[in-house]
């Protein structure tokens, strides 16, 4: 079963976090500090990592962006107090997958990282059954997962291959930032959830990096559209 690692100075939280887990068999792990967790994170054979912002020693935010430096991916949940929105803008644009706001059921804990977990076990299927996409200058294979722009190639975490492919699938069609939220990150779109946005913003800038050409534009109030062509 996979292995999740949470980084949490909160030990009642990590230990009522670990029964819940254990309910579908996940293998648990906890660190209450900053370096502590990264060492872990960076060391240690875990699927998913918990990471909460305000740790002793360093914090949430710096842990991530030290493994998303050293090329590490590993999928990351972050924890933050609510309505820290400055916090939950960050943590994506750094590289999380999603977050979740403190308190927290540990019920919707469990679904969001069932998820996440679903969306990186797409990335490592090969779907032979889609075909190569190319448009606007932009290949994506889902054979392989890689996707490259004007011939170069472009990293993206599970999250933003799946938003792009499914934007490409539907090149020159409005789909809606609902269907996206559903379809990709697997919850409702919630008033003020900035996720869906920051993972779009991200493929962007990441694009851009090889093409001055826009390929997905935002229609407001509608949602996204792939340009098929420049």
Same mark, same amino acid.
């Given at each position: ?53 305000? &740790? ?8 991530? *962006? ?35 706001? *403190? ?111 826009? *390929? ?8 996204? &559209? ?5």
């Amino acid at each position: 079963m996979p292995a999740i690692l949470m980084i949490d100075d909160d030990t009642g939280l990590c230990e009522l976090v670990e029964q819940y887990l254990a309910l579908d068999g996940y293998q648990f792990s906890a660190a209450h500090d900053g370096p502590h967790g990264l060492t872990l994170a960076e060391t240690g054979n875990f699927q998913l990592i918990l990471l909460d912002i305000m &740790l002793p020693g360093m914090d949430g935010l710096s842990v991530l *962006k030290t493994l998303r430096a050293n090329a590490h991916y590993c999928p990351v949940l972050m924890l933050t107090a609510r309505g820290d929105d400055v916090d939950r803008i960050v943590g994506l644009e750094l590289g999380a997958d999603d977050y979740l706001a *403190k308190p927290f059921n540990p019920r919707e804990l469990v679904a969001r990282i069932k998820a996440i977990l679903r969306r990186v076990e797409l990335t490592k299927t090969p779907q032979t059954e889609h075909s190569i996409l190319t448009l606007n200058g932009l290949t994506l294979n889902p054979a392989n997962r890689q996707v490259s722009c004007n011939g170069e190639l472009v990293s993206l975490t599970a999250t933003e291959f799946q938003l792009l492919e499914l934007l490409m699938r539907r090149a020159g069609e409005v789909v809606s930032k609902d269907d996206l939220s559903l379809d990709v990150l697997g919850k409702r779109l919630q008033m003020y959830d900035r996720s869906l946005d920051m993972h779009i913003s991200n493929i962007r800038k990441k694009l851009a990096q090889y093409s001055i050409d826009e *390929k997905i534009q935002t229609l407001r109030g509608s949602g996204y &559209l792939f340009i098929a062509e420049s």
